[in-house]
């Protein structure tokens, strides 16, 4: 059964970075397309960044310029990398399939306020 364990969340101020990371296991991690979904209070989850088996990537247009996904095959994991944070950032941040097939794991929750 795979398992994804997301990390590296945490409360930052506006413009500030943060890197959050998510750890794969049972499962072929480099034949799957990987991605980050956050939902924020009171929305639906939403898809903000993916990568496919190339490497070919996606971004929701409130996140282009700022955000970056990356992905180790090797250690099975997938990264995003925040910089610019703003306060509509804040959210709980998940990783799945790019459209996910998998089931959730505990998110790691983001939250920017000064």
């Known amino acids: 059964q795979v398992q994804l364990v997301e990390s590296g969340g945490g409360l930052v101020q506006p413009g500030g970075s943060l890197r959050l990371s998510c750890a794969v296991s049972?499962?072929?991690?480099?034949?799957?397309?990987m991605g980050w979904h956050r939902q924020a209070p009171g929305k639906q989850r939403e898809l903000v960044a993916g990568?496919?088996?190339?490497?070919?990537?996606y971004y929701v247009d409130s996140v282009k310029g700022r955000f970056t996904i990356s992905r180790d095959n090797a250690k099975s994991t997938v990264y995003l990398q925040m910089n610019s944070l703003k306060p509509e950032d804040t959210a709980i941040y998940y990783c799945?399939?790019?459209?996910?097939?998998?089931?959730w794991g505990q998110g790691t929750q983001v939250t920017v306020s000064a």
């Open positions: 049972g499962s072929a991690f480099s034949e799957h397309s």
């Open positions: 990568s496919d088996r190339s490497g070919i990537t």
């Open positions: 799945n399939t790019n459209t996910p097939i998998f089931n």
